[in-house]
């Protein structure tokens, strides 16, 4: 998938939810973190103009935006995959073999870390500890649900089930 | 044993089962009987510490807070939980999360504080929908908002989400994070009661521990002060996790002896194997050797003993055929991608213990270098603005000194003929290295402290180097 920047906007119901973040705090620049994953969670990641619509909205400068943008690892700066797998290999999945659910759903994909699938569909990305190391080894998808205890065969099915339900 | 927090009650996350089971009741006795003062006073008699991870306690922290209204106040729940290792608070928000409401109220109350916004790492993106939804049945049943129950007090409580930085759970980080900046941490003093969240004083908490004021409000200060370790009285959130059977959350007494954790409880060592080495409260904290496990008491009083620290109780087991070495590299791995840049020791040093370890991992390394580790980590510790840079020095510094020949043993030949003894840098802080035995090394050394000497006086080095 190309690179390519994209010109966000809100609808007025979301801008009403714009608002509603603005409200919860005294100071409207604490906005940019509720807005920067309003906009992931319409377009996928967020692209340069995208930070310029947020910081337009909260009256802020663009470089600040891009600075908070760039801080967090869960704001995407550049496209990701239609699932985007993130797989922890911190100590607790490491030691339940967390590089080989990492290794394996590498190889089968035929991608390295925070690479795409040429159809677009899957890109893998290697994380930090999830809070989830009681059921280890475990990846989360797209910022959200978490698939626990895994093993090899579990992630082929899971997998399987993604490109399916594509 | 009778549990404070994760009691066994199903769907105590619904509002309505919580209030049938007492819930709300200290809420209600705060608002209509007791004063911020008395509230303040029962917690510092209670002795609650802080189980964020550095124990401080509670009701102290509280009164530190200004009495005065000139300024509005906030109260920031750390629900961060990025610590690997860490899955405490998860817990809570999942079990038990109208407590935590009720607890982050109550203290509210007692510090006369306006706002409260609890602050979830992005990840956690199901537990903060049910924190959101939590909320919002607390307000509809008037725990929250304006004039609450009649009493004249009104407080407000928002959720606000991360996005993925293990730096924001320090409180000053986190604070900036809420403002709606990159999550840097700030210099201290000033300290968070004087000047916090939006230049406010401002009061930050742990889940955990504000998750168990409702009961101490209820039963009483003396009823907690006599649970567990008298000096650090209550119940920790174990959270074990890595080769045990029976891996994750116990709530139990602290002062627990590990080995009771982990055979009783967790069912012992995966596969019939013994142990080698424990982390006891997350990855920041010194690991512990076997030895040290047989006999230890899981409360901040003893794990400081030895020179560890209980941490957010997150007890890591690793089993006798564990790459040690492997471990380290992993946890610097994640230390080197969570700094946030701002000081020099952390920012390279991370960067130099980890390209060390991996090197030591890829059979390159030198003899010196677990001595060169050691020095960069004491480098570290102490010199930076937050203590992340001590949370990554600690690992790298204890876990060679107390496993040192598991290291050793990845080093068996030194590749790069440089001397064994590296004093070019200038790090070292043992005193082995005055006594060279080796005269090839000797000479090595003295042709490489000549160059030096050299260098020094070329006037370009001259200028940057004063
Ligand atoms: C690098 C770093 C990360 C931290 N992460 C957390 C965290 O995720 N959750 C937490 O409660 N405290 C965390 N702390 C500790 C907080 O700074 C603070 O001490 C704590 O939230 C205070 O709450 P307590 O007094 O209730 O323990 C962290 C500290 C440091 C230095
Ligand atoms: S110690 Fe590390 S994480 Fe903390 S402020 Fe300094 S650079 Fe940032
Ligand atoms: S180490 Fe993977 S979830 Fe904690």
Known sequence: MENKNYTPVFDDNEMKT??????????????????????????????????????????????????????????FKKPVGKYHL???????CMLCGGYDIFNHISRKLGIKNKEITPDGIFSIEEVECLGSCATAPMLQINNKEFHEKLTTEEADKLLENLRNSN | MEKIILKDIPDLDKISVYESNGGYAAWKKVLSQMKPEEVIEEVKKSGL?????????????????????????????????????????????????????????????????KAVYVYIRGEYWKWINIMEECVSD???????????????????????????????????????????????????PPFPAAV???????????????????????????????????????????????HVNKPGVYELPTGIPLMTLINDYCGGVKNGKDFKMIIPGGSSMPPLTKEESL??????????????????????????????????????KFYYHESCGQCTPCREGCGWMLKVLNRIMDGTGRHSDLDLLISVAENIEGNTICAL???????????????????????????????????????RKSEEYMTISDHTEQVKVEKLMGKVQELTQNEDVKRFSS
């Open chain 2, 389 to 427: 840079g001590d949370a990554a020095a600690w690992p790298v510094k204890w876990t060679i000194r107390k496993f040192r020949k598991e290291f050793e043993a990845k080093i068996k030949e030194d590749k790069t003929g440089l001397p064994a003894v590296n004093k070019v840098h200038g790090l």
């Open chain 2, 196 to 242: 916090g969240v939006w230049g406010n004083p401002t009061t930050i908490n742990n889940i955990e521990t504000l998750a168990n004021v409702p009961e101490i409000i209820n039963k009483g200060a003396e009823w907690f002060s006599k649970i567990g370790e008298p000096k650090h009285p209550g119940t920790l959130l174990f959270g074990v996790s890595g």
């Open chain 2, 138 to 188: 607390a307000y509809k049943n008037g725990y929250i908002g304006k004039n609450i129950l009649g009493s004249g007090y009104s407080v407000e409580m928002y959720v606000h989400k991360g996005a993925g930085a293990y730096i924001c759970g320090e409180e000053s980080s986190l604070m900036n994070s809420l403002e709606g900046k990159r999550g840097y941490p700030r210099v201290k």
């Open chain 2, 295 to 332: 006999t230890m008491k899981m409360d901040a009083e003893s794990l400081k003993a030895v020179g560890s620290a209980i941490g957010t109780a997150g007890v890591m087991v690793m089993n006798e055929d564990t790459d040690i070495v492997h471990v380290l590299q992993r946890i610097t």
């Open chain 2, 49 to 113: 510490r802080g189980r964020g991870g550095a124990c401080f306690p509670t009701g102290l922290k509280w009164s530190f807070m200004p009495k005065g209204n000139e300024k509005p106040k906030y109260l920031c729940c750390n629900g961060d939980e990025s610590e690997p290792g860490s899955f405490k608070d998860r817990e809570i928000f999942e079990k038990n999360p109208h407590q935590f409401i009720e607890g982050a109220l109550i203290a509210a109350y007692s510090m006369g504080i």
């Open chain 1, 18 to 75: 714009v608002e509603y973040h603005k409200s919860k705090y005294p100071a409207q620049m604490a906005a940019v973190m509720p807005l920067l994953w309003m906009i992931q969670e319409k377009y996928g990641w967020i692209s340069t103009d995208a930070m310029k619509y947020v910081g337009d909205l909260l009256k802020l400068p663009h470089d600040h935006v891009l600075g908070v943008a760039t801080f967090y690892s869960m704001y």
């Open chain 1, 86 to 92: 993130q797989i922890c290999t911190n100590v607790s």
